[in-house]
Each structure stands twice: as structure tokens, then as C-alpha cells.
């Protein structure tokens, strides 16, 4: 058996290695869009694996798969990652057989694409410092660290042995930040990830190492273009102006804006006020010149979803709001999607956050469970492979995703990792208590 104190250690006692792992990662411009250096990225990560006895495969996504999520991003690679141990600590890795490994499967995945840098940082995002304890670096917190937290924690378990019953499998995927379809989505698609080879997932996401997160809030957006008939300014009378029509449309979307804001949810999404569904019209476009009756304007939105709604009746949802100016005004509307995400959520009461929860009190007095106001990799997991016992939890700090001198504290990613460590000593059975 296991005792904490011996994992604590053996996670403190590679600090340092761990600050130079992050430092090499770090220095990899991974950003999406579009999704550069995906391949370095992967063979960066693979190396790492091959090095601690995992069996390695990158896992290469085929250019049309690529063509059907992102069409104009095909001339980018897309590369993910996937290690396994099995838990003999002598046969690393190689023997998968059912007989080598009868005890749980514990999968941790995370994503290496980072948005991108833009401009203002003190330092150069791509040449990381380290500072006063604090890591400065674009993917800082989302969520190289979570990748390093995972990685270490097996590297301590492994370490002070005894061989573990079960396997061990980390996933390091791309794209998330423009929705995951040719990363973990398609990790889940093709089966890497499934009941039959997970049994406990946890995906290491920036929530900070004091909550433990299970799940998230979903997204729809999508574009809708007004149709009509142009004219010269002068003789508006023989056109039909599209900004008149989709006018209408923006007055039912506001109707429709407080109507969501009544459907609320009773799980812990953080802040508080992301509590309900909702929708947002963010771009709107028409128009040539100042004489000119446009015939065509466009309005780009965003519809967030409570878990319990769904895309598909979102989209019959707006519809039907169509389908009302469209006879209101006799006129056409249309639609086009830019991406979805199904919200999810798991129970608090499944073993893997339960776990969790109980490891993160050595740290935190009271940790917390929440839920994701925005939308992550989770639901490929939880939605589309069935996996309920699917948590999410990392190291880095939420509000240090995607701003300007991103950093995270040393201290989150060793603390992350100790919980890691012990959390899935104990899925698997081997900590003392
Ligand atoms: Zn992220």
C-alpha cells in the first residue's frame, strides 16, 4: 500500500524537473486558430511518454475529417497523442491483455492548443519565465500545467511502486478551443476512449486545484442572413430592405433573451449569474453605401444552454423565431451553424469526484464543486462515449486563460499533481489509509 505522505514527496521531489518539462512545452506555439505545430507538439508529448514506459501512438486525423469540421484550416496537421501503462511495475506498458490488467482504467486527458498570444505581453509568450513562482507562458494554465499535472502524478505513483492493478492512459489532444471535434471528439469517435478501456476519466482543464468540476453549460452558435430587394435610396419604394427585416428578427431574439433567462439551473455554475440559458447577438453586418437599400444583412449569435436542453431544440427553437419575421415581414431568413457544443453534467455523488473531492481537503479546507459557465471537452466523454464517472480538474486558473502575461503558480500544478497521485491511488485501491 500507498501512503500520501510518501506521494507528496515523491511530487515535491520533481519540482524541479517539472518546471523544466513545462518550460520545453511552453516554448511550442501551439496556437488554434489555425492550429500550428501540432506534429512538434505531439512528438514533444510522445517523447515524454516513450521515456516513462508508456505505449505510445499519435494519432494522425484524416485531412477529411479535418475538411468537415474546420474547412479552411485543412492545410494544418492534426496530431493527438495517446499513452498507456499497464501496472506491473516491471512489463511497463506493452501488455494490454485483460489478464495484465483487471484493475481500473484510469484515463486523464487534456489539450495542448493554446489561443492565440495577441499582442502586450511583457515577454515573449513563447519564452517562458519562470518568476517569483509563477510560470509565464501562452497555455500557462489552459492547461499545459494540466498536462505536466497528470504526467508527474504517474511519474510519483510509479515511483513508490507497489505495481498498480490497473492501467494508467493519458491523452494529450488538439484543437479544443475551436470545439475538440478532431481532438478528444475524435479520440471518443474512433473508440480510444470508450466504457470498454475507461472506467474513471479525468480531464485536466484549468479550475484551479481547489474545485473539482462536473460539467458544463453547452453553446450553439450560428449566423442568420436577412434577405430582400435593393434599391437606390432615393426610391426605397421598389426595395426591400433586409436591416427592416432582420430588425424584427432582433426584436424576438430580445423577447426570446428574457424568456431563457428564466430557465434556470440549479447546478453550481460559476459565477452565479450564468445560472440560466441564454442568447446573445455578437456580429451584424449589411450594408454598401448610404444610398444603397440593402438586400442582405447578417447577424452572427450566441446560445448558451443549461444542461437538460439541447441543441437540436435550440435550433427548432430560433426556427420558429424565424419562421415568424419571415411571415411578419414576407420576407426569407437563413441559417447557418458555426459550431455546437452539448452541455453536460455528472453527478456529485460518482466515485471519481467523490475521490477527488475528499484528496483536494488535504489543501483546501473547503473545496468546491462547479460547473463550467462556457464549454470543454467533457461532453465527447461524458455525452458521446457514456462515461459518467468523468470529472474535470487541473491546476490552472481559470482567469488566467486566454489573457495577456499568463502564468501559473508552481505551487497549483504541485499541489494538482499531489491530489492526481492520490486520487487515483486510491480509484485503484493501493492507498493506505
Ligand atoms: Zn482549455
Not at 232 to 249: E, K, L
Request: charged residues 25%; negative net charge.
Amino acid at each position: 500500500m500507498i501512503t500520501k505522505a510518501e506521494l507528496y514527496d515523491a511530487v515535491d521531489e520533481r519540482e524541479a524537473e517539472l518546471v523544466a518539462f513545462m518550460r520545453d512545452f511552453l516554448a511550442i506555439e501551439t496556437e488554434n486558430p489555425p492550429g500550428r505545430n501540432y506534429a512538434e507538439g505531439a512528438a514533444f508529448l510522445a517523447g515524454a511518454m516513450e521515456r516513462r514506459g508508456y505505449d505510445v501512438e499519435e494519432v494522425r486525423v484524416p485531412s477529411d475529417v479535418v475538411a468537415r469540421h474546420y474547412p479552411d484550416r485543412t492545410d494544418h496537421e492534426r496530431v493527438n497523442v495517446i499513452g498507456r501503462q499497464t501496472g506491473g511495475a516491471e512489463e511497463t506498458g506493452h501488455d494490454t491483455g485483460d489478464d495484465a490488467n483487471d484493475g481500473p482504467h484510469v484515463h486523464f486527458t487534456g489539450h495542448f492548443d493554446v489561443v492565440p498570444a495577441g499582442e502586450d505581453w511583457s515577454t515573449d509568450p513563447y519564452d517562458p519565465v519562470v518568476d517569483e513562482g509563477r510560470i509565464y507562458g501562452r497555455g500557462a494554465s489552459d492547461m499545459k500545467s494540466g498536462i505536466a499535472a497528470s504526467l508527474f502524478a504517474v511519474d510519483a505513483l510509479r515511483a513508490v511502486g507497489p505495481p498498480l492493478p490497473g492501467t494508467i492512459t493519458q491523452s494529450m489532444t488538439v484543437d479544443e478551443e475551436t470545439g475538440g471535434f478532431t481532438g478528444l471528439g475524435f479520440l471518443v469517435a474512433e473508440g480510444y476512449v470508450s466504457p470498454d478501456n475507461t472506467d474513471f476519466c479525468v480531464y485536466t482543464e484549468c479550475f484551479d486545484s481547489s474545485r473539482v468540476c462536473l460539467g458544463h453549460r453547452g453553446v450553439l452558435k450560428f449566423h442568420v442572413t436577412a434577405t430582400g430587394t435593393k434599391a437606390h435610396g432615393c426610391m426605397a419604394h421598389d426595395g426591400h430592405n433586409a436591416i427592416t427585416v432582420m430588425n424584427d428578427f432582433l426584436t424576438r431574439i430580445e423577447a426570446y433573451r428574457e424568456e431563457l433567462h428564466g430557465r434556470t439551473t440549479d447546478l453550481p455554475v460559476t459565477p452565479v449569474e450564468s445560472r440560466h440559458a441564454d442568447v446573445s447577438a455578437t456580429m451584424l453586418d449589411a450594408g454598401y453605401s448610404e444610398n444603397v437599400v440593402p438586400d442582405r444583412c447578417r447577424a452572427t449569435f450566441y446560445r448558451v444552454l443549461v444542461p437538460g436542453e439541447t441543441v437540436e431544440a435550440a435550433r427548432e427553437e430560433i426556427r420558429a423565431l424565424m419562421a415568424e419575421t419571415e411571415s411578419a415581414l414576407e420576407s426569407d431568413l437563413s441559417y447557418d451553424e458555426i459550431m455546437y457544443a452539448e452541455p453536460t453534467a455528472v453527478s456529485e455523488e460518482c466515485t471519481v469526484a467523490r475521490t477527488y473531492v475528499d484528496h483536494v481537503r488535504d489543501f483546501h479546507a473547503d473545496p468546491a464543486f462547479v460547473v463550467s459557465p462556457g464549454s470543454d471537452d467533457q461532453r465527447f466523454v461524458v455525452n458521446d462515449a457514456g462515461i459518467e464517472e468523468c470529472i474535470v480538474y487541473g491546476p490552472g486558473l481559470l482567469d488566467q486563460a486566454h489573457v495577456v502575461d499568463e502564468y501559473v503558480p508552481i505551487e497549483e500544478v504541485l499541489t494538482a499533481a499531489k491530489v492526481m497521485a492520490v486520487s487515483t491511488a486510491d480509484l485503484m485501491g493501493v492507498l493506505a489509509r
